[in-house]
């Protein structure tokens, strides 16, 4: 029995959420999902979008699955996704990018993985309005978190049997704090001489994915430009209703899709479940659970090629829930 904490999120959170619960059930791997909430629609009850338990219930299981959380734009309160993964130190986000047969996309055999800094960057928050017409970001970027992402990338390469890990900066602009990142996935390639290694600017890496994303293979990138990349690699792919992703740290993983809480489809019951489905794939896969994850991951790949059974934005007319019980069945 794994115990695994359940943030149901908000938004269309609790309708995929729900799905993911039918297909994971129907794979048999006994789970004790511990089930608790945060966002802005429990600021009221706790005084906080983060309470204090959800932590707790993440430090003690050390895995944890989650729908999207909304972020207020512009003001407001400060992105709990955010403040969840420099908490409990979640430093890796990996975000695997993979052609599945029968989603509709302009390329056909892509197969990235993401691996975003997720600790630091201009995400850390440091911002300040310096007067009424003037605001800015400090870019904080560390050796020591840059290091810490590069091995990881390299390591999850070498245990995966990847060929190519390519850094991704715009270190002839931001000539020290890009610059320190680059020095640092150059100090880290040089312990891993069989895997090839190389260099762009995030310019260029946005055509080069554009034109020819068959040629790479494990991108390593600061937090911003991992979030935007992320996002353009989804498009790549057939889009966000199929892109998932994990936030890891040492020995503490929690497990969620690269898409937010896509307010226009709440309640409608019609978003694409799949982002969270493959998520729990890589959870699965986390707790030890391959055969299960193998099986989970096939049998989202045969609903979605046979058609039918997919919700709209894959071209079919089944509601979330119809789209998990397909899965369930192929299961
Ligand atoms: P979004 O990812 O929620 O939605 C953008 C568009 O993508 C949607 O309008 C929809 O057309 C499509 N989409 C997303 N998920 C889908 C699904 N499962 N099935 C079918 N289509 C899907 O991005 P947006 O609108 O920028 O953000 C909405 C809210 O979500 C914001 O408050 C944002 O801060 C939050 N957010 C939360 C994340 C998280 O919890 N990790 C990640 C990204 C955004």
Redesign the pocket.
Known sequence: MHNITLIP?D???PE?TEAMLVAVEATGVRINWEQVEAGADVIDKYNTPLPENVLESIRKNKTAI????????GTGFR???VALRKELDLYACLRPAKSIKGVKSRFEDIDIVIVRENTEDLYAGIERQIDADTAESVKRITRGASGRIARFAFDYAVKEGRQKVTAVTKANICKFSDGLFLEACREIAQNYPQVEYNERLIDNMCMQLVQKPESYDVLVLPNMYGDIIS?LSAGLVG???VAP?GNIGDGIALF??????????KGLY???????ILSAVMMLKHIGEAEASIRLYKAVEEVIREGGAT???LGGNAS?RQMAEAIAEKL
């Open positions: 999120g938004g269309i959170g995929i989650k729908g999207p959380l909304t972020t207020p734009i992105s709990v996704n996002d889009g966000l209703g992703g969620e899709p690269v898409h937010g809480s896509a307010p226009k489809y019609k978003a694409n479940p799949t982002a969270l919700t709209c934005d979330t």
